[in-house]
T-cell receptor, first 104, second 114 residues
Framework: KNEVEQSPQNLTAQEGEFITINCSYS?????LHWLQQHPGGGIVSLFM???GKKKHGRLIATINIQEKHSSLHITASHPRDSAVYIC??????FGAGTRLTVKP | DTEVTQTPKHLVMGMTNKKSLKCEQH?????MYWYKQKAKKPPELMFV???????INESVPSRFSPECPNSSLLNLHLHALQPEDSALYLC?????????????FGPGTRLTVT
């Protein structure tokens, strides 16, 4: 069993929908990271979380340390949000990624 | 400057060739990383350098040879690669070798071994 599990693997949404991606982990952590990877390869760090909740624009990330679970939410999704979203515990434990497609 | 640069963007090499990938950052970060990413898979850690010393080698075959000449530069020397080594090679850096620091990723080098 992978130490970092993500769901769903694939997600298709209509523009404007509220999106939730989940991440569960089985290792002890001090921080969990959410990453975004667009086609073509570049990876951008979205959030680093050690507790509670963080918000950046339309993106919200939450973490529950006791339950070893984190979620990434996208409000009012847009086609430009189409990407692969990866949760990671650095430096070597990555979730398999969630491929998000937002249709206009 | 929060950029990690990688050269070349694309590389095609034969199995008998020797080539090098280059990564550079000028953020004063003291940890640098090489990752390998196959299509539709998450990145896999290959090497970690901390303060210019190799800290982690994730059992990578010796045909991949990392080098950290200074705190800003990281190289990956390639020799006698196999077609299954074709992948996207990503470099990253962070303030230190610790999970509490954000990693900054380069755009990657897409390697094809023929």
């Amino acid at each position: 069993k992978n130490e970092v599990e993500q769901s769903p693997q694939n997600l298709t949404a209509q523009e404007g929908e509220f999106i939730t991606i989940n991440c569960s982990y089985s290792v002890g952590i001090s921080a969990l990271h959410w990453l975004q990877q667009h086609p073509g390869g570049g990876i951008v760090s979205l959030f680093m979380l050690s507790s509670g909740k963080k918000k950046h624009g339309r993106l919200i990330a939450t973490i529950n340390i006791q339950e070893k679970h984190s979620s990434l939410h996208i409000t009012a999704s847009h086609p430009r949000d189409s990407a692969v979203y990866i949760c990671a515990v650095y430096p070597m434990r990555f979730g398999a990624g969630t491929r998000l497609t937002v249709k206009p | 400057d929060t950029e990690v640069t990688q050269t070349p963007k694309h590389l095609v090499m034969g199995m008998t060739n020797k080539k090098s990938l280059k990564c550079e950052q000028h953020m004063g970060h003291r940890a640098m990383y090489w990752y390998k990413q196959k299509a539709k898979k998450p990145p896999e850690l290959m090497f970690v350098y901390s303060y210019e010393k190799l800290s982690i080698n994730e059992s990578v075959p010796s045909r991949f040879s990392p080098e950290c000449p200074n705190s800003s530069l990281l190289n990956l020397h390639l020799h006698a690669l196999q077609p299954e080594d074709s992948a996207l090679y990503l470099c990253a850096s962070s303030q230190a070798w610790d999970s509490d620091y954000e990693q900054y990723f380069g755009p990657g080098t897409r390697l094809t071994v023929t």
